[in-house]
């Protein structure tokens, strides 16, 4: 299964793509979207949302995941990463692939194994668990790690929810 991992921005949205097989990771590939500044707020997210399509073209994932907006002091940038976010989601959604959402906190649990941990302890743990991986930029980073997140616990789903579906057909 190859899963999409997005980390979503307005200047930058991280993204990484890997391949699961069982317990089993590989990187496939990295990189950001960037929008143009000197544009206005439509044509930005324009610039975003035909990024992340041929991201999608380019490496046909199965499923998509998106890291959470996190509230910052200032109502305007909230609002601003909210847009972008949106488009994050709206991509993948359009080409039909199923996209999960995940808060920051447990992206880092899940691949650091602290809520709270730094940006270098997650691109470090993201070179580990995908070797070979050369990280584009600290937006990438951020993207694979939410990929990772997302085939920690789409496992998880599936375990749990085999049992049940092998109940329903008795």
Request: hydrophobic share 45%; with cysteine.
């Amino acid at each position: 299964m190859r899963l999409l991992g997005l980390d979503p921005g307005l200047r930058h949205t991280g993204w990484g793509v890997i391949e699961v097989r069982g317990n089993r990771l590989s990187h496939i590939a990295d990189g950001a979207v960037h929008s143009d500044g000197a544009k206005a707020m439509a044509e930005r997210l324009v610039q975003l949302h035909e990024g992340l399509a041929r991201v999608i073209e380019r490496y046909r994932p199965d499923a998509a995941a998106v890291e959470e907006t996190f509230v910052n002091k200032n109502p305007n940038s909230t609002l601003k990463l909210g847009q972008a976010r949106g488009v994050a989601l709206l991509v993948p959604a359009l080409a039909g692939l199923p996209v999960a959402e995940y808060s920051t906190n447990l992206v880092k649990k899940s691949v650091v194994g602290a809520g709270h941990a730094e940006k270098q302890q997650i691109q470090r743990m993201v070179k580990l668990l995908l070797p070979g991986c050369l990280i584009e930029s600290a937006d990438a980073a951020d993207a694979l790690a939410v990929a990772i997140c997302h085939a920690h616990h789409y496992n998880t789903q599936q375990l749990w929810q085999a049992p049940a579906v092998a109940e329903a057909g008795r």
